[in-house]
C-alpha cells in the first residue's frame, strides 16, 4: 500500500475542489440544481458537487495503489479523503472567518461572495463548518475507496463490458437489421432523409433559432476551411480570423454607404470578397510557409492580430471605418425579392455548407489530399518523392482562406454591421478548438464539433463564463487521450495512434539499454 | 529517369519574393525616417532618450522572458506557448504579497522594510511561477513528448487558455494596480538633465534593468558552469545519448521548466512594479514580443535571447516615433519584425545552436 501515491491522489483531487471553490462553480453548480430538481437552496449541488470529486479522490487512490485487502482499501480511501478534506478545510476556516470579520476577499479573489463562504460552511461559524466539510469529504474518500475495491473484487466492468458486447453482437445477428446495414441502399436513404429535414428546417424554426443555428452554420463553414489547412495539411493556423476580417470587410465596404459610398449589389460583392480572401491568403502564404510548424503558428497569429489592429486603429478610419466598424451592409435580394431575413440567410448558410463540404470530399480523396496527407507524416521524404511541397501548403492555405472569405461575406451581410471586435483572437481559438476537438481531418467530426461547441454554449447559457476554460481543459485533455478528435477520419486515427506505438517500442529498447 | 527530374523553369518568380519583400521594406523605412528626421523634427534629444530609457528597461523584461522560452525550446523542441501565463501568475502572486504586506503594515514602515518587502515578493513570486512551470510540464506536456509536433503545440495552446481563463474567473477581469511601497513609486527616481529637460529615471526601472542582468547573468552561470547546466546541455543536444550517458532525462526537463518559471516569474513581478497594471491577459502580447525576441537572437541560443529582447525593446519604444508611425500600431510593428526575421534570417541574429530536428 503506496501511501505517497494515495496522498498525491488525495492532495490532487484536494486542489481540484479548492479550484471548484475558487472558480465559483459550487454557487453555479447549485443555483442550476435549483432549477432541475425545484429545490430549496443552492447547498445540495454545491455539496454533491464537492463530495464526487471527494469519491473520485478515493477511488482513483484505491485503483492506483493496488490494495490487496478490504482493510487496505478502507484505510486508503479514508486517508485519500481526509487529505482532501484537509485542505479543504483550511480554505473553509480561512474563508469564512475573513468573512465574518468583515474583510472583502471579493477584491481579490472575485467569486468569494458571503454567500460562497456561506455554502462551505453550511451556515455554521468557521471552525465547526470546517470540521464538517473534512468529516464529510473524508466520509466521501472511504464510500469511493471501498466502491473501487467492490468493484475490483466482483470484476464489474469486465462483466458490464461482456455483457455490452454480447447484446451488441446479438443485435447486429438478426436478419432484419442485417438487411439494413448491408444494403448499400441504405446509406443513401439515409443521406436523403437528411438532406430533406436539412431544407425543410429553416420553415419551422423561429427567428430565434434560424439566428443562432445560423450562427454554428458559419462556424461550420469556417472549421470546414480551417479543417482543410489544419486537419489535412497539417499546418497550424492560428490567425485564421484574419481571412474571415478580410471577407466581412470587404463586403461591408463596398456596399455600405460609409466610409467609401460604393453602392454595389450582394451579388458581385460575393466572389469579390472570396476574391480578396484568397489574394491574402497568396500574399501571407508565400513568405510564410516555408517556415516550421511552430513558427508558422506564431506568426499566422500575428498575422491575425496585425489585421484585427489595423482595423480597428484611429489612424485607418477613413478606410475602414475605424473602431466603431461599418455599418448598413446591404443584404441579397433575387428578381426584386428582398432575400434580407434570417429565413433566406439559413438557406444560404446550408448551401454554403453542402458546396464546402463537397469541395473538401472531392480533395480529400484526390491528387492534393493524398499529397497533404504525404506531407503530414513526414515532409522531407514527401518532397524527395516528387512532391511540390510549397505548392501544395499554399493550395490548403488558399482554399481555407476562401471558405473563409465566404463566410465573412455571409457573416457580414447577415449582420448588416461589422466592426473590429467581430475578429478577435478568441474566433480563431474557437475554430480551431472546434476542429481539433471535434475531429482533425474529418469532416463529420468538424460539423459535429461545431454543433456541440457552438450550439451547446448557447443551450447552457449559465455557464458562458467557463466556456473557454473548458474548452482549453478540453484541448489537453483530448490531446492527451484522443489526439484525433471525438469523431476522427480512420486515417488520422491510424497516423496518431501508430506514432505512440513505435516510440513505445522505442522507449522499450532504450531502457534495455540504459538496463533501468 | 529524366521523368523523375523536375523542369528546370529558366525564370523562377519564387526566387524574386525575398529580394522584393526586401527592397519594399528598405523603402518604406528610409521613406520614413526621412520625413521624420529631416522633415517634421518633431522631437527634441531629451524625448529620444526617455524612449531609448524605456526601451532599454523594457527590452530587459523582454529578455528575461526571451530567456524562458529559449530555455524549453532548446531541449524539447516546442514553444512553450503558456509561458506569459506563467509570468502572469507570477505578477499576480506578486501583487498578493505586496497587498498582504501592506494589509499587515510592514510595507512601508521603512526604507530596510519596504526592500525586504520587495525581495520577499519577487521569491514568493518566482516560486509560484517555479511550481506552475513545473506542474505544466507534468500535465501536459510529459505524456506528449514522443507525439507528432503538432500535438503538444496544441496543449501548449489548451494550456495558455486554461490559465488566462482562469486567472480571470478567480482573480475577475478587473484591472489590478500593484501597490508598490511608497519610497518605490512608480513616479520618482533620478532626474538626468538632458538639453536642459528634465528626463526620470524611475526607481523601478533601475530596479527592473539591474535584476534582468543579474538574473540572465546567473542563468549563463548556470548553464556554462554547473553540473545541472551541463546536464541540460546535453539533454538539448540528444535526448537519447544524454540518457545512455547516466543523466536522468525526466529531471533535466523538469529542472529546465522550473528555471523558465522562475525567470517568468521574476518577469511578472518586474512587470507589476514598473508598469503598474495587471490582469488575467497582460502576459499574452509580452510573451509574442518575447518570442518574437527568442527568435530574433536565435532560438535555444541564450545570449542570443538576451541581445533579442534588449533590441526588441528599444526598437519597439523607439521606433514607433522613429518612424512616425502611431503608437496604437505599436504591436504591429513587433510582428512585421518577427515576419522579417523570419523570412531573412530564421536563424536568428547569433544564429541557432541547435540544428533543426525532423520529426
Not at chain 1, 421 to 432: H, K, R
Amino acid at each position: 500500500m503506496n501511501i505517497r501515491l494515495i496522498l498525491r491522489d488525495g492532495l490532487l483531487a484536494g486542489i481540484i475542489n479548492v479550484f471548484i471553490v475558487l472558480l465559483g462553480l459550487t454557487g453555479l453548480v447549485g443555483t442550476m440544481v435549483i432549477g432541475w430538481f425545484e429545490l430549496s437552496s443552492p447547498e445540495p449541488g454545491a455539496w454533491t458537487l464537492l463530495l464526487i470529486v471527494a469519491l473520485w479522490g478515493g477511488m482513483t487512490a484505491v485503483r492506483h495503489a493496488e490494495c490487496k485487502a478490504w482493510g487496505e482499501a478502507l484505510i486508503a480511501g479514508l486517508l485519500a479523503g481526509a487529505s482532501h478534506g484537509l485542505i479543504l478545510a483550511v480554505l473553509t476556516w480561512g474563508v469564512s472567518s475573513l468573512v465574518n470579520s468583515g474583510v472583502d476577499v471579493r477584491r481579490w479573489l472575485v467569486q468569494l461572495t458571503p454567500d460562497a463562504a456561506q455554502l462551505l460552511t453550511l451556515g455554521r461559524p468557521p471552525v465547526a463548518g470546517a470540521i464538517v466539510m473534512f468529516a464529510a469529504l473524508a466520509a466521501a474518500g472511504l464510500v469511493g475507496g471501498v466502491w473501487t475495491h467492490v468493484s475490483a473484487h466482483y470484476k464489474m466492468r469486465e462483466s458490464l463490458g461482456s455483457r455490452w458486447s454480447e447484446t451488441r453482437t446479438r443485435f447486429l445477428a438478426v436478419p432484419a437489421v442485417q438487411n439494413v446495414t448491408q444494403s448499400r441502399y441504405s446509406l443513401y436513404v439515409l443521406y436523403g432523409i437528411g438532406l430533406l429535414l436539412l431544407f425543410a428546417a429553416p420553415l419551422k424554426l423561429g427567428q430565434y433559432w434560424n439566428y443562432t443555428l445560423g450562427t454554428v452554420g458559419i462556424y461550420v463553414i469556417l472549421g470546414l476551411g480551417l479543417n482543410i489547412v489544419v486537419g489535412l495539411a497539417g499546418l497550424l493556423d492560428l490567425g485564421y480570423v484574419a481571412f474571415f476580417a478580410i471577407g466581412a470587410y470587404t463586403t461591408a465596404l463596398l456596399t455600405a454607404p460609409t466610409p467609401h459610398g460604393i453602392m454595389m449589389d450582394f451579388w458581385p460583392v460575393l466572389p469579390l470578397g472570396i476574391a480578396f480572401a484568397v489574394v491574402s491568403g497568396v500574399v501571407l502564404g508565400i513568405p510564410v510557409l516555408r517556415m516550421r510548424g511552430d513558427y508558422l503558428a506564431i506568426v499566422t497569429l500575428g498575422f491575425g492580430e496585425i489585421i484585427r489592429i489595423l482595423s480597428k486603429s484611429d489612424a485607418l478610419t477613413d478606410f475602414t471605418g475605424g473602431p466603431r466598424g461599418v455599418r448598413a451592409v446591404a443584404g441579397p435580394s433575387l428578381f426584386g425579392i428582398n432575400l434580407n431575413n434570417e429565413f433566406y440567410f439559413m438557406y444560404f448558410i446550408i448551401l454554403g455548407i453542402v458546396l464546402v463540404i463537397f469541395i473538401t470530399y472531392r480533395l480529400q480523396h484526390s491528387r492534393a489530399g493524398r499529397a497533404w496527407m504525404a506531407m503530414r507524416e513526414d515532409e522531407d521524404v514527401a518532397e524527395a518523392m516528387g512532391i511540390h511541397t510549397l505548392k501544395y501548403k499554399l493550395l490548403a492555405f488558399v482554399i481555407g482562406a476562401a471558405f473563409a472569405g465566404l463566410g465573412g461575406v455571409i457573416f457580414a451581410s447577415r449582420n448588416k454591421f461589422t466592426g473590429p471586435e467581430d475578429f478577435t483572437l478568441l474566433v480563431s481559438i474557437n475554430v480551431l478548438c472546434l476542429v481539433i476537438i471535434g475531429g482533425m481531418g474529418s469532416i463529420p467530426g468538424v460539423v459535429m464539433g461545431a454543433l456541440v461547441l457552438k450550439g451547446l454554449p448557447e443551450v447552457l447559457r449559465e455557464l458562458d463564463d467557463y466556456r473557454m476554460l473548458v474548452f482549453g481543459t478540453l484541448l489537453v485533455v483530448m490531446m492527451i487521450l484522443r489526439p484525433e478528435g471525438l469523431w476522427p477520419s480512420t486515417r488520422r486515427k491510424m497516423e496518431f495512434r501508430a506514432e505512440n506505438e513505435q516510440t513505445s517500442e522505442r522507449a522499450g529498447e532504450q531502457l534495455e539499454l540504459t538496463g533501468s | 529517369m529524366d521523368r523523375f527530374v523536375r523542369p528546370q523553369r529558366s525564370f523562377n518568380l519564387g526566387r524574386l519574393v525575398r529580394p522584393a519583400i526586401g527592397v519594399l521594406v528598405i523603402a518604406f523605412l528610409v521613406w520614413r525616417l526621412w520625413i521624420v528626421f529631416f522633415v517634421q523634427q518633431a522631437y527634441g534629444p531629451e524625448t529620444w532618450v526617455r524612449f531609448a530609457i524605456s526601451g532599454i528597461i523594457l527590452g530587459g523584461v523582454y529578455a528575461v522572458i526571451a530567456l524562458g522560452y529559449t530555455l524549453v525550446y532548446g531541449i524539447l523542441f516546442m514553444i512553450n506557448f503558456a509561458h506569459g501565463d506563467v509570468m502572469m501568475l507570477g505578477a499576480f502572486t506578486g501583487y498578493f504579497t505586496l497587498e498582504a504586506l501592506n494589509g499587515i503594515d510592514l510595507l512601508n514602515r521603512s526604507i530596510a522594510w519596504s526592500i525586504i518587502s520587495i525581495a520577499v515578493a519577487f521569491i514568493v513570486g518566482m516560486l509560484v511561477a517555479m511550481v506552475v512551470a513545473i506542474a505544466l510540464e507534468r500535465i501536459a506536456y510529459r505524456p506528449l513528448r514522443a507525439a507528432p509536433r503538432l500535438v503538444p503545440l496544441i496543449s501548449a495552446i489548451g494550456v495558455s487558455l486554461f490559465l488566462e481563463n482562469a486567472a480571470q474567473l478567480v482573480f475577475g477581469p478587473a484591472r489590478h494596480t500593484f501597490t508598490n511601497p511608497e519610497v518605490m513609486e512608480r513616479n520618482i527616481g533620478w532626474i538626468l538633465m538632458v538639453n536642459d529637460k528634465k528626463v526620470l529615471v524611475t526607481y523601478t526601472g533601475v530596479l527592473t534593468f539591474v535584476l534582468s542582468i543579474l538574473l540572465m547573468i546567473g542563468l549563463y552561470v548556470l548553464v556554462q558552469r554547473t553540473k545541472m547546466g551541463k546536464a541540460m546541455r546535453a539533454v538539448a543536444e540528444d535526448k537519447q545519448i544524454a540518457a545512455l550517458m547516466g543523466i536522468d532525462v525526466d529531471r533535466v526537463i523538469a529542472n529546465t521548466f522550473a528555471i523558465s518559471g522562475v525567470l517568468a516569474g521574476a518577469a511578472g513581478v518586474m512587470w507589476g512594479l514598473h508598469m503598474g497594471i495587471i490582469y488575467h491577459f497582460v502576459g499574452f502580447i509580452p510573451g509574442i514580443k518575447a518570442f518574437t525576441a527568442a527568435v530574433m537572437g536565435g532560438i535555444g541560443n541564450i545570449p542570443g535571447a538576451m541581445l533579442g529582447g534588449l533590441a526588441l525593446g528599444i526598437m519597439e519604444a523607439v521606433a514607433p516615433a522613429a518612424l512616425g508611425i502611431p503608437f496604437q500600431l505599436k504591436d504591429v510593428l513587433a510582428f512585421s519584425i518577427l515576419v522579417l526575421v523570419l523570412i531573412f534570417r530564421p536563424t536568428g541574429l547569433l544564429g541557432e545552436v541547435l540544428a533543426e530536428k525532423k520529426m
